[in-house]
T-cell receptor
Framework: EAQVTQNPRYLITVTGKKLTVTCSQN?????MSWYRQDPGLGLRQIYY???????DKGDVPEGYKVSRKEKRNFPLILESPSPNQTSLYFC??????????????FGEGSRLTVL | DQQVKQNSPSLSVQEGRISILNCDYT??????FLWYKKYPAEGPTFLIS?????DKNEDGRFTVFLNKSAKHLSLHIVPSQPGDSAVYFC???????????FGTGTRLKVLA
């Protein structure tokens, strides 16, 4: 089954404790991206990657890091989480050079709480 | 500055009637627009899209209309069904930027 898989789905952590949210897709998509969803703000793009070793900042990259060492994986790293990073996070992928519609395929989300 | 706006946080419609969800944008460089549907505890799923070279795109019960001069798009669902109850996000993109700007979402409730 074609899917985007995120882990963990739920996490409660404390300020300053490094964490990684993993994202993996099995559709051989070139494009992957991270979003955060907050009440009243919709989905905001954090980082995106157009292919292996190619990453770029979205609209809200502060406090986050990403890496794209393999095509299928795009982990989101919070080096020193703070309470303002409490949010619902979504990973998405897209067949950048194939899909005429530009549609994104989203994972199920990771709810992160930073105390 | 919100470049993509969905000014109605919620909408209730009777089953069988038309649902109209609206979206406004400010950036004239946007040339591709998408609608996503999101159920609770799930990720958004793609619904329908439209390129700026068109003013209408239809897929079954779903039709998206684009008014470039007004920088406005709308999603029509006819007839509405209870299973359509979800949060709907519109998104906009500019070709070549690989960045998608999402609106804040509209929660649609279809009443049986």
């Amino acid at each position: 089954e074609a899917q985007v898989t995120q882990n963990p789905r739920y996490l409660i952590t404390v300020t300053g404790k490094k964490l990684t949210v993993t994202c993996s897709q099995n559709m051989n998509h070139e494009y992957m991206s991270w979003y955060r969803q907050d009440p009243g703000l919709g989905l905001r793009q954090i980082y995106y990657s157009m292919n292996v070793e190619v990453t770029d900042k979205g609209d809200v990259p502060e406090g986050y890091k990403v890496s794209r060492k393999e095509k299928r994986n795009f982990p989101l790293i919070l080096e020193s989480p703070s309470p303002n990073q409490t949010s619902l996070y979504f990973c998405a992928s897209s067949p950048l050079f194939v899909s005429p519609t530009g549609e994104l395929f989203f994972g199920e989300g990771s709810r992160l709480t930073v105390l | 500055d919100q470049q993509v706006k969905q000014n109605s946080p919620s909408l209730s419609v009777q089953e069988g009637r038309i649902s109209i969800l609206n979206c406004d944008y400010t950036n004239s460089m946007f040339d591709y627009f998408l609608w996503y549907k999101k159920y609770p505890a799930e990720g958004p799923t793609f619904l329908i899209s439209i390129s700026s070279i068109k003013d209408k795109n239809e897929d079954g019960r779903f039709t998206v209309f684009l008014n470039k001069s007004a920088k406005h798009l709308s999603l029509h669902i006819v007839p509405s069904q209870p299973g359509d109850s979800a949060v709907y996000f519109c998104a906009a993109s500019t070709s070549g930027t690989y960045k998608y700007i999402f609106g804040t979402g509209t929660r649609l409730k279809v009443l049986a």
